[in-house]
C-alpha cells in the first residue's frame, strides 16, 4: 500500500469506521513518508494514555526478532494494545546465522505475522528488505507493507501543489516547479518550505514564485528571468551586472544556481512542446511558466542555437560540483558559469 493508504487506514480507525492490522511493514527510502506513516498508526493505536507501559521503540541493532515477538505477545497493561515500532529492520535482512538450526530473524517475523495477536500493533521499520524473503512475500500477499519510495523529479510539483493545497493555499506561475528545484529531492526540505510559505503569505492566500524570494531564495524569480534573457542575447556585460544585483550574499549561490535551473529546465520544456506542434500559450502552461510569459519565453528561445540549453545544463552541473567542492565564492563561481554561457 501507498503512505497515503495507511495513514488513511489509520484515519478510518480514529474514526471507528476501520481496524488496524496488527503488524505493518514500513519499507523505502524517503524518511518522511516513514515518519508520517509511523506517526499516523500510533495515533490510531491510542497508545499515548499508557506511553510509559505499552510503548517500545526498539533497534535491530539492539535487540533480537524473538524478543520482539515475545514483547509483542506480552499482555498490555490497563490499555488495548501494545506498540512496538522497530526501526533498522533491514539489518536482520544481512544477517548470516553461523547456526542453521536458528531461524533467520525475519523468518521469525513472518511465523509471527502469519498468527499475530489482536492486542499489539507491531510496526517494522527499515529503507530495504529483500523481496524474496518469507516476510516481504507474505507482506505483499496480505497487503500490509507499506512502500515509502521517494517521489521522481517529474512527481514533485504534483506533490508541492496537493500538499499546498492541502494548508488552503493555490499556487501560482511556476513556483511549485521552482520550489522542487530549489529544495528537492528530499520531502522533508521541500514540506518545510511549503510550512514557511504558509506562515509568510497567510490563510487562504496563493503562494508565488514573490513569497518564494522572501522566503526561500531571497531572489526575485523574475530577475532570474532577466538574467536568462540576458545569456541568451550573449550580452555578458549585462548578464554579469544581473547576476550582481540579484547576488546578495556569499552563500546565495547554491539557491541562485538552482534558480537559474528551474528556469533553464522550464525553456527545455518549452522548446520540446514548441516542436511537438504546441502553441506558445500551451506550451508555456506544460512547462510551468505562466502563459502571460510566453510571448517573452518565446523569445528567448527563439535566440538560441539548437542544442544550448543542453550544453548549459552541463555548465550547471560544473558549476554545482564547483560550489559544493572547493572555497571558491559562490558568486565567482556562477560568473564562470555566465560567462560560459554567454560564449
Known amino acids: 500500500m501507498t503512505p497515503e493508504q495507511a495513514i488513511a487506514e489509520a484515519e478510518a480507525a480514529i474514526a471507528g469506521h476501520g481496524v488496524l492490522r496488527p503488524v505493518y511493514v514500513i519499507v523505502g527510502e524517503e524518511q518522511w513518508f516513514a515518519d508520517r506513516v509511523v506517526a499516523a498508526l500510533r495515533?490510531?493505536?491510542?497508545?499515548e494514555r499508557t506511553a510509559g507501559f505499552n510503548l517500545q521503540r526498539l533497534h535491530a541493532s539492539e535487540t533480537s526478532a524473538e524478543s520482539v515477538v515475545a514483547d509483542a505477545r506480552t499482555m498490555p497493561m490497563m490499555a488495548r494494545r501494545r506498540v512496538l515500532i522497530v526501526q533498522g529492520v533491514d539489518r536482520w535482512d544481512k544477517d548470516k546465522r553461523e547456526d542453521d538450526s536458528r531461524a533467520h530473524?525475519?523468518?521469525?517475523?513472518?511465523?509471527?505475522?502469519?498468527?499475530?495477536?489482536d492486542s499489539a500493533l507491531l510496526l517494522l521499520v527499515g529503507p530495504k528488505i529483500n523481496g524474496s524473503?518469507?516476510?516481504?512475500?507474505?507482506?505483499?500477499k496480505e497487503d500490509f507493507v507499506v512502500s515509502c519510495e521517494p517521489l521522481r523529479r517529474h512527481e514533485l510539483p504534483r506533490w508541492?501543489?496537493?500538499?499546498?493545497?492541502?494548508?488552503?493555499?493555490?499556487?501560482?506561475?511556476?513556483?511549485?516547479?521552482?520550489?522542487a528545484?530549489?529544495?528537492?529531492?528530499?520531502?522533508?526540505?521541500?514540506?518545510?518550505?511549503?510550512?514557511?510559505?504558509?506562515?509568510?503569505?497567510?490563510?487562504?492566500?496563493?503562494?508565488?514564485?514573490?513569497?518564494l524570494a522572501a522566503t526561500i531564495t531571497r531572489v526575485r524569480l523574475d530577475d532570474v528571468w532577466a538574467l536568462v534573457d540576458a545569456m541568451a542575447a550573449r550580452d555578458l556585460k549585462k548578464t554579469l551586472a544581473t547576476l550582481a544585483d540579484v547576488s546578495s550574499s556569499r552563500d546565495e549561490g547554491p539557491r541562485l544556481l538552482g534558480a537559474i535551473g528551474s528556469r533553464v529546465r522550464q525553456l527545455l520544456?518549452?522548446?520540446?512542446?514548441?516542436?511537438?506542434?504546441?502553441?506558445?500559450?500551451e506550451a508555456a502552461r506544460l512547462a510551468g511558466v505562466a502563459p502571460f510569459k510566453a510571448q517573452d519565453i518565446e523569445r528567448t528561445v527563439a535566440r538560441l542555437p539548437r542544442g544550448t540549453l543542453e550544453r548549459w545544463l552541463m555548465l550547471m552541473a560544473e558549476a554545482d560540483l564547483a560550489?559544493?567542492?572547493s572555497r571558491r565564492d559562490g558568486e565567482d563561481v556562477l560568473a564562470t558559469m555566465l560567462t560560459a554561457m554567454c560564449r
Do not use: F, N, W
Not at 269 to 281: D, N
Open 160 to 179: 508541492i501543489v496537493a500538499t499546498a493545497r492541502s494548508l488552503g493555499h493555490p499556487l501560482r506561475g511556476g513556483a511549485a516547479e521552482s520550489l
Open 269 to 281: 520544456k518549452y522548446e520540446a512542446q514548441r516542436r511537438a506542434g504546441e502553441g506558445p500559450s
Open 105 to 117: 530473524p525475519l523468518d521469525v517475523l513472518a511465523d509471527y505475522a502469519a498468527s499475530p495477536v
Open 133 to 140: 524473503r518469507r516476510l516481504m512475500r507474505a507482506a505483499k
Open 43 to 47: 495515533r490510531a493505536s491510542d497508545v
Open 323 to 325: 560550489l559544493k567542492g
Open 181 to 211: 528545484e530549489l529544495c528537492g529531492p528530499e520531502l522533508a526540505t521541500v514540506a518545510d518550505a511549503v510550512e514557511r510559505l504558509s506562515l509568510y503569505v497567510g490563510p487562504g492566500m496563493p503562494i508565488d514564485e514573490d513569497a
